[in-house]
Structure formats: structure tokens, C-alpha cells
């Protein structure tokens, strides 16, 4: 990271000089604008088209979080920052920070999901996740845990590693969790037994009931599998959030909570989870 220096220059100094002797008042000094050059991983969350060649990129950085920063010229032919800053790609960057806008100076990439890109409904399935992380994370503020998960969680989806209803469950639970929303499936929220039969997961609370506990609203009917599941993604390393194996209606009705308590929870729609169910 290195920044220009806004010391006045030689000229500067001599004309002031001169003032000062003549007994005359300076003109008030115009600042300068510090320029700073970073180098940071980022993921790009989102791309739009600006003019005729430039890209205007939301990133996951690895040093500062969610910013906004400019490629010029990505889209030409032969720009070497084409390939990198592309949606759901995970790159080395250079950016450079001029009155208070970023821009990519260089970049390469380091994993560019080719899976996603040869399957449209993993394709929009990671940009749900991305539009997730983008809703969710705060601007300049750094994030490894949730740059973690959504890494992870891509990485999984573009190798076919896992179910994609159990990698996107998991990941809406996990980022509910880092969001601060993290559901209680620990024990019964009322009468505190952990072996709770018959569960029901609370979508306003995000606690667990048992059947003879369970209130009228928003609740959605889990089994053991799917509740052990669930605390599974909760407690286990960034890692071990996929550790879990589960099928059939079980995976259905945790998949089922995941998405509808995130939703409940943001109190708002995804356009990238309408696009993906067009191709479930």
C-alpha cells in the first residue's frame, strides 16, 4: 500500500516565500488528493456495464470488505482485466483509491468457477449467493468469515460437490448466523429439552419447539435428521458446514426453513433466487 505525498513542491514553497516578503496573504491552499495503490483478493459479487467498455464492480475484498470500484476498458477485447473481473470470479487486484472512488489498476485471476459458468442453474444459484453477501455485508468493513462462506459455498456448487439444495440451505443458515440472526435449533425454546420431538422451526424467532410447545404463525415441520442437520451447519467449522448427509424430505424441509427464514429475517425478495427457480 503506498500513497502520494502532499507536501507542498519547490515552486510552491519559493511563491510563498515571495508573498510572505511582500507582505501579501497567500491564497488559501487548494488540498491534494491522496492516490492509494492496494493490493487485495477480491471476489466480484456483481458486474453493470458503464459506457461503452468499462465495468462498474461490486467486490468481496479480502482487506476492506464490500467496495465499488471502476475497471476501464474490461470489456474490450484486449483488456487484461477482462477475465478477472467478471461475475463470481476470485481474483488478485490492484486497485487504486483516488477522491474517494476505487479503481482496478491490475488483475489476475485465481479461481474462476469455470462449473458455474457451463450450468445456468448453478450460474444463478451462485449469484443468489452473491447477491445475499452483497445485501448483508457492510461497505469498507472487513469480512473474512462471510468472504470464507462465500467462497466455500461456490466452490462446492461449481464442483458438483454436494446437492445444491444442501450447499444453498447451509449457506443461508451460516450467513444468517454471521448476519446476526443466528437460529436457536440447541433445545426447545419453551420447555428447554434438547431432545426435542416432533421439531418445529419458529421462521419470525428462529427457535426450535417441540410439537406440544410449538406456537400458531410462521413454523415450519423439521425431523431429527433435518434438525440435527441444521445444527450442524450452525456449530461446525467454516469448513465442515457441508458435513452432513441428508435426503429426500428431510433435505426438502430444511432447505424450505433455510431460505424462508432468511427471507422472513431481511424482510426483503432476491430477483437471483426468482431466476434460479425458473430452472429447479
Known amino acids: 500500500m503506498s500513497c502520494t505525498n502532499p507536501r507542498p513542491t519547490k515552486k510552491e514553497k519559493r511563491k510563498e516565500k515571495k508573498r510572505a516578503e511582500r507582505g501579501t496573504c497567500p491564497p488559501p491552499r487548494i488540498?491534494?488528493?491522496?492516490?492509494?495503490f492496494q493490493t487485495t483478493k477480491a471476489l466480484v459479487l456483481r458486474e453493470v456495464k458503464y459506457k461503452e467498455a468499462d465495468r462498474i464492480l461490486t467486490l468481496l475484498t479480502a482487506d476492506n470488505g464490500k467496495i465499488t470500484a471502476k475497471a476501464r476498458g474490461a470489456l474490450r477485447r484486449s483488456s487484461k482485466t477482462g477475465a478477472a473481473t467478471q461475475q463470481l470470479t476470485y481474483a488478485d487486484m490492484t486497485l487504486f483509491l483516488n477522491k474517494g472512488k476505487w479503481t482496478v489498476n491490475e488483475a489476475s485471476v485465481i479461481e474462476p468457477f469455470e462449473g458455474l459458468k457451463?450450468?445456468?442453474a448453478h450460474f444463478a444459484l451462485g449469484c443468489y449467493f452473491a447477491e445475499c453477501a452483497?445485501?448483508?455485508s457492510v461497505e469498507d468493513q472487513r469480512d473474512d468469515a462471510l468472504l470464507s462462506l462465500v467462497l466455500n459455498s461456490l466452490y462446492a456448487l461449481s464442483r458438483d460437490l454436494h446437492d445444491a439444495r444442501k450447499i444453498k440451505a447451509a449457506f443461508e443458515l451460516r450467513l444468517m448466523s454471521l448476519s446476526g440472526y443466528r437460529p436457536s435449533p440447541e433445545h426447545c425454546a419453551h420447555c428447554g429439552t434438547e431432545t426435542v420431538e416432533n421439531p418445529v422451526f419458529d421462521l419470525a424467532d428462529g427457535r426450535v419447539y417441540c410439537r406440544k410447545c410449538s406456537r400458531s404463525g410462521?413454523?415450519?415441520?423439521l425431523d431429527d435428521a433435518s434438525l440435527a442437520a441444521m445444527r450442524t451447519v450452525l456449530n461446525a467449522t467454516p469448513k465442515q458446514i457441508f458435513s452432513f448427509e441428508l435426503?429426500?424430505?428431510s433435505l426438502v424441509s430444511l432447505s424450505f426453513a433455510a431460505e424462508n427464514y432468511l427471507l422472513m429475517q431481511t424482510e426483503r425478495s432476491f430477483g437471483t433466487l426468482d431466476y434460479y427457480k425458473q430452472f429447479k
Open 218 to 221: 410462521s413454523t415450519v415441520t
Open 118 to 120: 457451463g450450468d445456468i
Open 134 to 136: 452483497e445485501a448483508l
Open 247 to 249: 435426503g429426500g424430505d
Open 31 to 36: 488540498e491534494r488528493t491522496y492516490i492509494m
